[in-house]
């Protein structure tokens, strides 16, 4: 059974930075895509970026592609958001997601963590 958990969520002002983390409890599965999402809200949860197995494809969300940057530790189940010059719309609780069939997308997760909260004060 697959278990994600996110970290490095808090309370940082606007054009601070910080890093989000992804880690899944074990290697359930040979290869898998990642994801981040967010939801605030009010508002449906919303992509934000992805990353596949061998952390050579990622895909990035409009809103944050110059702002945010998703990586992927070489040799761990981990997957890391860099986020940088957050604003106040940033502010949501992000989600990490697993899709087993290794797409990089904004579709097909199989698993979710519980969340992280990131709140960015003006």
């Known amino acids: 059974q697959v278990q994600l958990v996110e970290s490095g969520g808090g309370l940082v002002q606007a054009g601070d930075s910080l890093r989000l983390s992804c880690a899944a409890s074990e290697h359930t599965f040979s290869t898998y895509s990642m994801g981040w999402f967010r939801q605030a809200p009010g508002k449906e949860r919303e992509f934000v970026a992805a990353i596949s197995w061998s952390g050579t494809n990622t895909a990035v969300a409009v809103s944050v592609k110059d702002r945010f940057i998703i990586q992927r530790a070489n040799g761990k189940n981990t997957v890391y958001l860099q986020m940088n010059s957050l604003k106040p719309e940033d502010t949501a609780v992000y989600y990490c997601?697993?899709?087993?069939?290794?797409?990089?997308?904004?579709?097909?997760?199989?698993?979710w963590g519980q969340g992280t909260q990131v709140t960015v004060s003006s």
């Open positions: 997601g697993l899709d087993r069939a290794n797409r990089v997308g904004p579709r097909g997760y199989d698993y």
